[in-house]
């Protein structure tokens, strides 16, 4: 039977070529391939030769070359049919059924390729047209060469209803055409016009691995919302598959060139001026599996490099929660580390790409950030909140779906916990000579330029509890409300959706809510009316809701936010109000984060500035907690 071309593609991308022939062959690591004895002539010393990352074998000795259906086809007397169905069901991946109409979406995918491919063209031209200049301007103003916005196809789309499709129209592109590609938007309502999705933006062409145009992103010019606004999930585009720049950094993992994830178009743009060519970034998403497998076919251990801020640290914790169930023998993540408040942008614009470099060279293991979500800041003074820090380590190490990998976590982390909470041998004391091994020291061993008193004492560990105790309370309750309101007002996710995206939150089960909502949020194409809009959004919530399993929780959030977020007051007012309240939760995030950090600054350095530091923190936490809680 035939497949379409896309299916095979997908299986290629999905499959991990040493894991399909380690099943037959035995490989040892040679650097980035692996090498083994031929399985098709008798050979004494290995010349057969695995390179994942351009997804191919060759052995030196009798010529053998392909990829992983052609291994399977050899290995096993299969046509090429059965070898991909056999591959397919390896990895779940289900076998379309070859029927005329799947045989013509495949050539209607086709056609779009070529019609994204024009808008692209179209897109760059405008960007040197007069209407252009704003954006022009933009980007020179960003740094960007003529040249380096040529070599990424940047472009502009004019603030015109109408412009894009009128000119494709005069190639025969249809409009149904434009509609399946995400360029256009036809209103529900008959008799409406169809307009053009991106207006008044730079245009940033997203391309698929082989390098075609797939779909674009587009950052506002002036004021407007969202600031950055991407294509629709199309035939062609899947977010959750797709990285920004991922074909040219196949080519450089080629060349053994690191992988780094950033977070945004310019971030990315910036790291390939700057050398590094193996950059990417996500699409308006957390990490998502699928964007987590293209990297580890490219590389065994890609950087993620977030943002030096509040909310580049939470997606740091995000990726790092998403990726350990994932991990497995040789495959992990790195985080790089960036300065309060900078970006791999501006870092570089600073320093060049020497300061990149260094951040670079310190990365910082997957272990590592797994160990500090758990432990960094958290009460540690009795039994029970060291046993508690102990439990959260090996849930964290359980995740891990590989045993060895697991094992092994949990070994690390059960070592890491015993340096820094020794348990004592013959009942001795902390630093007698029955302690067991070294032990991490309390602050209140270490020298100090002054004693602190007893109260000092006692404030450190329990000021701790109740700041704690206040903050748990109050972001739990206030990003319920959050995400209810915007439960019960979907038409607000059209301008909402960034602060969604950047709120923190407590608890798995509302992050998996927040993404939901953000999905629903780019699957609507938005018409004009407000009430059109609610619909829209209301009914594609209830479905990724309900395919979520999350329609009883998104139900709960929305009854208790008719009390905050109810029609007591005017749309625009509440909606308003619900961005003070999102601001407030960020800052109550930042200053915890603040004071966790106080705490180990002390922990490791007892001295008087950071025991005042902290002291400082810790009342304006309670003063807060306090101000939350009566307001």
Not at 116 to 137: C, H, I, N, V, Y
Not at 408 to 435: H, I, K, N, V
Not at 579 to 602: V, Y
Request: charged content about 30%; aromatic content about 6%; hydrophobic content about 40%.
């Amino acid at each position: 039977m035939a497949f379409p071309p896309e299916f095979v593609e997908e299986l290629r991308n999905r499959i991990t070529l040493s894991e399909v022939i380690g099943r037959k062959v035995a490989l040892k690591r040679k650097g980035r391939e692996y090498a083994g004895l031929c399985p098709f002539h008798n050979e004494k010393t290995p010349s057969f030769w695995v390179n994942d990352q351009k997804a191919f074998f060759h052995c030196f000795g009798c010529g053998a070359h392909g990829d992983a259906i052609g291994f399977t086809m050899r290995i096993e007397g299969l046509t090429f049919p059965d070898a991909v169905e056999k591959l397919a069901h390896d990895i779940g991946l289900a076998v379309p059924v070859a029927t005329p109409q799947e045989r013509e979406r495949a050539q209607a995918a086709a056609t779009l390729h070529t019609v994204a491919s024009l808008a692209a063209r179209w897109f760059e031209t405008q960007l040197r047209m007069p209407g252009g200049k704003a954006g022009l301007d933009y980007l020179h103003g960003r740094g960007l060469s003529d040249a380096t916005i040529e070599r990424f196809q940047l472009g502009f789309a004019p603030d015109n209803r109408e412009a894009l499709q009128a000119t494709l129209k005069r190639d025969n592109v249809t409009e149904q055409q434009l509609v399946d590609c995400g360029l256009v938007i036809r209103p529900d309502e008959g008799g409406r016009a169809p307009y053009d999705r991106f207006r008044g933006r730079v245009m940033f062409p997203i391309h698929d691995r082989r390098g075609r145009v797939i779909a674009f992103g587009g950052r506002v010019i002036g004021p407007g919302e969202p600031k950055y606004l991407n294509s629709p999930e199309t035939p062609l585009f899947h977010k959750g598959d797709n990285l920004y720049c991922l074909h040219l950094a196949r080519e450089a993992a080629a060349k053994d060139r690191p992988i780094i994830v950033a977070e945004g178009y310019m971030d990315v743009i910036a790291l390939h001026v700057a050398g590094f060519d193996g950059a990417v970034a996500p699409l308006g998403t957390a990490l998502t599996e699928g964007q987590l497998a293209l990297l580890w076919r490219m590389a065994d251990e890609p950087y993620l490099c977030f943002d030096g801020d509040n909310a580049g640290r939470r997606a740091a914790q995000r990726a790092a929660e998403r990726a350990l169930p994932l991990l497995a023998p040789g495959k992990s993540l790195r985080f790089v580390g960036l300065p309060p408040g900078e970006d791999p942008d501006s870092l570089i614009r600073k320093g060049g790409r020497a300061a990149f470099d260094t951040a670079l060279k310190g990365a910082r293991p997957l272990v590592d950030v797994v160990w500090e979500i758990e432990t960094l800041g958290q009460p540690d003074d009795t039994p029970e909140r060291r046993a508690a820090i102990r439990a959260a380590l090996r849930q964290r190490a359980a995740t891990i779906a590989d045993p060895v990998v697991r094992e092994l976590y949990r070994t690390e982390l059960d070592q890491r916990f015993e340096a820094a909470w020794p348990r004592f041998r013959s009942g001795g004391r902390p630093g007698s000579p029955g302690a067991s091994g070294p032990r991490r020291p309390r602050p209140m061993d270490r020298p100090f330029r002054r004693e602190p008193s007893l109260e000092e004492i006692a404030w450190f560990h329990k000021g701790a509890a109740l700041a704690t105790a206040s903050h748990d309370l109050d972001p739990g309750r206030r990003e319920g409300l959050l995400l209810g309101a915007l439960l019960l007002h979907p038409a607000w996710l059209e301008v909402l959706a960034e602060d969604l995206a950047a709120l923190p939150l407590t608890g798995a089960e509302r992050d998996r809510l927040r993404s939901a909502l953000l999905e629903a949020a780019a699957e609507v194409d938005h018409p004009d009316r407000e009430e059109d809009v609610a619909a829209l959004e209301a009914a594609a919530i209830a479905r990724h809701l309900n395919t979520a399993g999350l329609t009883a929780l998104a139900e709960a959030l929305r009854l208790e936010a008719i009390r905050g977020f109810g029609p007591a007051e005017p749309d625009k007012v509440a909606r308003e109000r619900w961005r003070r309240e999102a601001e407030g939760h960020r800052m109550a995030f930042a200053e915890a984060s603040e004071l966790k950090a106080a705490e180990a600054s002390f922990a490791s350095d007892p001295s008087e500035a950071n025991w005042e530091r902290l002291q400082a923190l810790r009342h304006q936490s309670i003063r807060s907690a306090r101000t939350g809680s009566s307001g």
